[in-house]
């Protein structure tokens, strides 16, 4: 289980969660509002090779080559 960045689309707040899936609805701890996951940092494929131009959202992609 992943530990990803949030942001809260309602009141700003930054923080992290431990979810079961990377596309798990996560709600703010302060508001309790749906918040957006951030994608910040080194991103690396599961060869542990850093990809080229990933911005980490697997969504946008055909995945780490």
């Known amino acids: 289980m992943p ?7 309602n009141c700003g707040k930054q923080f ?3 979810v079961k899936k990377y ?3 996560v709600l703010c701890p302060n508001c309790k509002q749906p918040a957006e996951r951030c994608y910040s940092g080194e991103m690396y494929s599961s ?4 990809p080229i131009k990933c911005s980490g959202n697997c ?3 055909s ?3």
């Open 3 to 9: 530990i990803l960045q949030y942001k809260c689309k």
């Open 16 to 18: 992290e969660e431990l």
């Open 23 to 25: 596309d798990e609805q």
């Open 47 to 50: 060869t542990g090779k850093k």
């Open 59 to 61: 969504k946008t992609c």
């Open 63 to 65: 995945g780490c080559h």
